[in-house]
């Protein structure tokens, strides 16, 4: 089970569809050149293929465990984390202040999508790390950016974000872990489940970032507050200190990613945990969902990444896999399933997606550099707008055509897919958890066409014309129509006898005028046929027409 990073793709994405030139040319990317893009890009496919990719497959047979509340992660896992830690590659897109090296994250999610490919198990600990690192840069006190951010940038102390308890999955609302306020710190006692690397053996000391409610919090999501808890306390040097209130209980029995431990936490048992406040009490969601976007990209990159892996393996079988004469040959010989026509549909599925993966979520990647580094705010803005939408759709759209190649590669396996010991069925089982992974999808959509639809005003101008209409997927009113209205043959709402005007306007879908006709032939002022009901009317919608 090799994996060998794709390079020229790769690069292809970085400088013809995302722009690494344009990135490049920002204030703080100049060193960002194409020369040292490269010798990024060859030094980690190197570490990838030879260092992380061979430790895959054992880890998954052997996974973590826990022994006397320590968790020993899989053999090999230790050596290579200091190996990577060593090299720098934890800090490449980080602030230079607090130590990072200050590369693009185009760059880092590039380099990240051959952490995951290579090894996924491994890679889990890099994404939450970077997804704290990321929470407490943002919204972190100066000293607990000074205290923290260098030991975590570097590597050598890694981040976890605790968010679900045993009653509060998806509704945070739930939530019930406490923080009792004591002195200039809190006390923190509960348990939290889900907790990837809450606790393991490779990093000297492990930054819990935790939500729990004070205890004059108001109920629901308002109430939850941010909390710093570290597994050892630090030092004024620097150096961990005394052992924290925290301890793993046990390790879940997973479907896949056996190589990462997934933790039960629990906070408290002698007296609380100590933990530091976040900004203000009472904004711990807000804060933690900054967290959770880093980790939405890093998600959706996961399933590029897995499908990369997937591919290569379902190519590479079905290259060395003899059976059956080709079809398009006289010769009796049987020959590779490569030659086989369905067997190349299905690995030219596969390679087709995976580029346009690689093309989206590389524009995302870039797009994050423009809004924190263009010298224009109002550009900058805009640009953050449309990381905004785009990262919601690279997670769920990543994560769940990631699943489905997968499941491709073990069909081109064949029967010999349905065996552990060829690998395929891992890159399914390992790919299945990424759909839920930092919420699931349809939720996220959910919440995501809310909190767009306010918000469509600021769209650039080129996404106003009357076919980018934001649609509405049924007929929904923004208010119960008037028993006054009535239902006219052609399927469309009229107004009898008064003046109040909705603010919705029936549009057609196919060509987007005013939708007085029927939409088949799109053409203003038809006549719909008659007897036709408001369902019969397919192709119309009623749609929003913000004033821009």
Not at 375 to 403: H, S, Y
Not at 432 to 453: E, G, H, I, L
Request: hydrophobic share 40%; glycine share 10%; with cysteine.
């Amino acid at each position: 089970m090799t994996y060998t990073a794709p390079l020229a793709d790769m690069r292809f994405a970085l400088r013809e569809v995302a722009g690494l030139q344009h990135v490049a040319s920002l204030p703080g990317y100049e060193h960002a050149t194409d020369d040292t893009v490269d010798a990024v890009l060859e030094e980690a496919a190197k570490l990838a293929g030879n260092g992380l990719a061979p430790l895959n497959r054992d880890g998954d047979k052997t996974g973590a465990r826990l022994e006397n509340g320590v968790v020993r992660t899989a053999p090999g896992f230790a050596g290579i984390y200091k190996e990577f830690v060593d090299g720098g590659w934890n800090s490449l897109p980080f602030d230079p202040e607090f130590g990072g090296q200050g590369m693009p994250w185009l760059l880092a999610a590039t380099v990240q999508e051959m952490w995951q490919a290579a090894n996924m198990g491994f890679g889990l600990v890099l994404l939450l790390n970077q997804g704290a690192i990321d929470a407490i840069h943002h919204h972190g006190s100066a000293e607990q950016k000074s205290r923290y951010l260098p030991k975590m940038i570097s590597g050598e102390w890694t981040g976890t974000m605790n968010l679900t308890e045993p009653q509060a999955g998806s509704d945070l609302a739930q939530l019930k872990c406490k923080a009792v306020k004591e002195g200039d710190h809190y006390r923190i006692t509960g348990q939290k489940i889900f907790i990837t690397y809450g606790e393991h053996d490779m990093a000297e000391n492990i930054v819990h970032l935790v939500l729990a409610r004070t205890p004059e919090a108001p109920a629901g999501v308002r109430g939850i507050s941010l909390f710093i808890v570290p597994k050892f306390l630090p030092e004024d040097d620097g150096r961990p200190g005394k052992r924290n209130d925290l301890r793993c209980v046990s390790l879940e029995h997973k479907l896949g990613i056996h190589a990462s431990p997934t933790c039960v936490m629990s906070f408290g048992d002698d007296g609380g945990a100590i933990g530091t406040l976040v900004g203000e009490e009472g904004r711990g969601l807000s804060y933690m969902f900054t967290m959770m976007n880093n980790a939405r990209l890093s998600v959706g990159i996961q399933g590029l990444a897995i499908a990369e892996r997937a591919y290569q393996q379902a190519s590479a079988f079905a290259k060395t896999r003899v059976q059956s004469k080709d079809d398009g040959s006289t010769r009796p010989e049987p020959v590779s399933i490569i030659h086989h026509a369905d067997i190349r549909r299905m690995l030219m599925t596969m390679r087709a997606q995976i580029e346009a993966m690689r093309a989206l979520g590389y524009y995302t990647a870039a797009g994050i550099d423009g809004a924190l580094k263009h010298p224009n705010r109002e550009q900058a803005r805009r640009i953050q707008d449309r990381v905004d939408l785009l990262i919601p759709i690279v997670k769920a759209w990543f994560t769940d055509l990631g699943n489905e190649i997968a499941s491709i590669g073990v069909q081109v396996h064949g029967g010999m897919g349905f065996i552990e010991e060829t690998g395929a069925a891992q890159h399914l089982r390992e790919s299945r958890r990424a759909t839920w992974w930092a919420a699931r999808s349809p939720r996220m959509a959910a919440r995501r066409c809310s909190a767009w639809w306010p918000r469509c005003a600021r769209l650039p101008r080129r996404w106003r014309t009357p076919r980018a209409t934001i649609w509405r997927p049924s007929v929904v009113l923004s208010r119960p129509p008037p028993t006054r209205w009535k239902m006219p043959r052609d399927g469309l709402p009229s107004r009898s006898r008064s003046s109040w005007r909705p603010r919705w306007q029936a549009r057609c879908l196919s060509c987007a005028s005013p939708a007085r006709h029927w939409a088949a032939g799109c053409s203003p002022g038809a006549p719909s046929p008659p007897r036709r009901g408001w369902l019969a009317a397919t192709a119309i919608r009623l749609s929003w027409r913000p004033s821009w």
